[in-house]
């Protein structure tokens, strides 16, 4: 009975691990990605399949840790100052995106004849995009570092801000609803932000040091169950104060992005996170309930149709009007076109509140399992038909593919060209890769071979010989890219010499915390010589521009150092010449005649005074 019973209950698991063993590779082989896969599995497996599973709820809220451990990975990965660049993401897009799509979702609501609370409760659960879904679809891409996925990853953040809110407003739109007080309302600020001050401080002052004792230990499987305390514990504080999981795990994450630890912890978490996330999608697919769609499948059929292209046509207005390309905006437009998870939230407090039936509730969770079906299927019709005009434009371009070479040269930008110079007049045997595949066809013109190659993907920096390379050479124009190079070299290739082209003194600054080995300001050479060109215009000595010259140098150096012991960007200012702060009065112009007395009274005194 004891071996019958055991049999029994591991039914449950062996049958999600067979189904998802079974039906992700298929997906994949076939091109098809492995979200639809897991979707298509939990739909099979699900109470509207074979009927294995009976309660996809329990199994959601379960596989919903898959989201808070993904959101705790991200964070790893996003330094505080980077977090802080994106706050006109967050708040800004994030906004603008919430607001116009909430419109129109709310006005497509009313045009199917529904009530406005119906289509308001509607637009709200179908507004939210699903963080799963699209972090999985970037994560597959290699996105999620890029500037275009950044600004997605920032726009998520901004809507796990809005669940609290939006749980709120169903409660105040109940018919029997009793307004709180203000004094209650004060208190669940309070204690959010208490536990959001909480977090934040355990994270600058515990954490670390509880890594480093763990390390110590040299007990591996003690700093797992570290990192998953770390990661639950931080979900579970949010929670019990009011606010999203996501976040709190998200907060601990971006806490713990500058650790030694962080790689070990990230290669920690990850299985755990693969896991929790593909139960998540098996969840979603034993959500669809297929007897509804059969009874209302017009109205079905027609309202994913409709919220999901009235979504994505905001989308695609806002990154527009945001100044995005239009091939970045129609891809924001379909990655985040669908509703999400917390629309199942939203939805059963909808109809406690009362302000939806349960008829309701059914035909909009059917509608939004739906968009969430229909997404992965829309990112593979976009990606094979971007990859058909990539297929044109990559005539003559060769993929970095099996690469070696002394120096690895990552972007052939303006920077990156003359550097080149001094390496092949020398004979170096370099490789240089960059993604601008115009840049690269015309650099072919000029007798440059220029391999194809994104320097943030791990495995193209292998394929160009990076584990081989003397020096790594880091020549892209944008800060953010550069650091992703930056951190990706230090960790996986720690015995070649790291050269950085930085962006700014702030930049600089960074990059000497992540101990590169040279880094340079891109302007910073060229504006001391043409400063220098401008006083010998004006008529200055050549050996005052020489002296004037290595004084701001060294005065800059002197800057620099204080900075970097104060690690603040603003310690050495009074270092620099400002108009606040001149150099002592003294001719710009050298006199063409030597000074002498004017009188002989003026003569004896200076004989006197020797």
């Excluded at 990605?33 to 709820?57: R, T, W």
Aim: proline share 2%.
């Amino acid at each position: 009975m004891s071996s019958e019973a055991h049999s029994i209950s591991l039914i449950a698991p062996v049958v999600l691990l067979a189904a998802a063993v079974i039906a992700v590779p298929i997906f994949k082989r076939i091109g098809l990605g492995s979200v639809l896969g897991y979707l298509i599995a939990g739909l099979i497996i699900g109470p509207f399949g074979f009927a294995f599973f009976h309660d996809s709820a329990s199994i959601l809220h379960i596989a919903e840790l898959g989201i808070v451990m993904y959101l705790f990975v991200i964070g790893l990965e996003m330094q505080p100052s980077h977090l802080w660049s994106l706050r006109r993401e967050i708040f800004g897009l994030g906004t603008l995106q919430i607001v116009a799509c909430a419109l129109a979702l709310t006005g497509v609501g009313l045009l199917f004849g529904f009530t406005w609370q119906v289509a308001f409760i509607g637009a709200a659960g179908f507004v939210l995009t699903s963080t799963a879904i699209v972090m999985q679809l970037l994560g597959d891409r290699g996105d999620i570092a890029q500037p275009q996925g950044q600004k997605i990853v920032a726009i998520l953040l901004f809507e796990d801000l809005l669940i609290v809110p939006l749980l709120a407003i169903v409660a105040f739109m109940a018919p029997n609803h009793v307004v709180e007080s203000t004094s209650t309302r004060l208190e669940s600020i309070g204690i959010g932000l208490i536990a959001i001050a909480g977090l934040i401080a355990a994270g600058y002052w515990l954490l670390n040091p509880l890594f480093r004792l763990l390390a110590a230990a040299k007990a591996r499987e003690v700093m797992t169950a570290a990192a998953l305390l770390v990661v639950l514990g931080a979900a579970l504080l949010m929670q019990v104060s009011g606010l999203s999981m996501a976040m709190g795990a998200f907060l601990a994450g971006v806490l713990l992005s500058e650790s030694t630890f962080r790689h070990q912890i990230e290669a920690d978490i990850e299985p755990f996170r693969g896991l929790l996330l593909g139960l998540f999608f098996l969840g979603v697919g034993m959500s669809l309930d297929l007897s509804v769609v059969a009874q209302n499948w017009k109205l079905i059929i027609s309202g994913v149709l409709a919220m999901m292209f009235a979504k994505a046509l905001m989308i695609y207005i806002v990154a527009r009007v945001t100044k995005s390309s239009h091939t970045e905006a129609l891809d924001r437009a379909l990655l985040m076109a669908q509703g999400g998870e917390f629309a199942f939230v939203l939805f059963a407090a909808a109809v406690s509140a009362q302000v939806i039936d349960n008829s309701i509730k059914s035909n909009l969770t059917a509608i939004v399992v739906l968009s969430m079906v229909l997404t992965p299927i829309l990112g593979i019709i976009f990606k094979r038909f971007t990859e058909t005009k990539d297929q044109i434009n990559l005539d003559n371009v060769s993929i970095a593919e099996g690469l070696s070479g002394s120096v690895l040269m990552i972007g052939f930008g303006r920077f990156g060209q003359v550097t080149s110079q001094l390496l092949l007049a020398r004979g170096v045997d370099v490789t240089i890769i960059d993604n601008d595949i115009d840049m690269i066809q015309n650099a072919e013109k000029f007798g440059f071979k220029i391999y194809y190659g994104d320097g943030c993907r791990l495995d193209i920096l292998h394929a160009s010989g990076a584990s081989t390379a003397q020096a790594i050479v880091v020549c892209v124009d944008s800060k953010e890219t550069t650091n992703r190079i930056v951190e990706l070299v230090t960790h996986e290739f720690p015995l070649a010499k790291l050269l950085v082209r930085s962006y700014d003194r702030e930049h600089s600054l960074y990059l000497v915390k992540h101990q590169v080995d040279y880094m340079i300001r891109e302007t910073f050479e060229s504006a001391i010589k043409f400063g220098g060109v401008i006083l010998q215009e004006l008529g200055v000595d050549e050996d005052e521009v020489q002296r004037i010259t290595e004084e701001i140098r060294d005065r800059d150096d002197e800057r620099f150092e204080t900075e970097i012991a104060a690690d603040d960007v603003y310690a050495g200012v009074g270092l620099q010449y400002t108009h606040s702060h001149p150099r002592p009065t003294a001719p710009l112009i050298r006199p063409k005649k030597a000074a002498r007395i004017l009188n002989d009274e003026e003569a004896q005194k200076d004989l006197e005074e020797k």
